[in-house]
């Protein structure tokens, strides 16, 4: 496996792990950047499967992604998340948040959140007067007194509140563009942007493929 490359093609980005670091690119750069590369991927982007099924060194083993206790419509960069440990919580905060349990190496299920990108747009349509950014120095110590520390308290708690409601003492795992920031508000929280390719290294080296 010297030199494979790995890809999730998520809903926005191509995120390449070359075994060290993991490049979030977009479509088009991804692939001019990578197309004579040998790699192995796994995909949500279905609108991409025509255009990048030519790509002879490229190979994909969404297929062979397997959670035992997984549900018929799962997504397979879930999967291969929660491949990556055999017990923990799993969230991954991207343009939505998932949130799934593993217990000894069986899926026990999850729930999905709105990302906190999909959470401010929602206080946008309500009035121009909501229209805020997230408060990045939020506290959770005291209840706020401004609006926009207000909107950011009341996505952040809720969010909060319902991953420790499931919690129940397991390892949380957390990865996606805002993984890091929600990490902050557990204790004893693991951040790591590789927790889905480290999943696909497990199916890959188990199945001996690419």
Not at 185 to 193: C, K, L, R, V, W
Request: proline share 1%; glycine share 8%.
């Amino acid at each position: 496996m010297k030199d494979l490359l790995l890809a999730d093609i998520g809903n926005t980005y191509f995120h390449i792990y070359d075994g060290q670091k993991v490049a979030h690119l977009s479509y088009d750069d991804a692939i001019t950047k990578y197309a004579k590369s040998p790699l192995c991927y796994i995909s949500v982007k279905h609108q991409l499967s025509a255009k990048i099924a030519g790509m002879k060194n490229w190979k994909d083993i969404s297929s062979l992604i397997k959670l035992e206790g997984e549900y018929e419509t799962m997504g397979v960069d879930r999967k291969a998340l929660c491949l990556s440990h055999e017990n923990g919580v799993f969230i991954d905060a991207g343009s939505a948040i998932t949130v799934d349990v593993v217990q000894n190496s069986l899926y026990s299920g999850g729930f999905i959140l709105p990302g906190i990108r999909a959470y401010l747009e929602s206080y946008r349509r309500i009035s121009s007067a909501l229209d805020i950014s997230l408060d990045q120095a939020l506290s959770l110590e005291n209840l706020p007194k401004t609006t926009k520390e207000q909107i950011s308290y009341g996505i952040i708690a809720s969010i909060k509140a319902l991953i420790q409601m499931h919690r129940d003492e397991k390892q949380l795992y957390f990865t996606g563009g805002d993984g890091k920031f929600l990490s902050t508000f557990f204790d004893d929280a693991i951040y790591d942007e590789t927790l889905v390719f480290r999943g696909m290294l497990k199916v890959i080296k188990d199945k001996k493929i690419c």
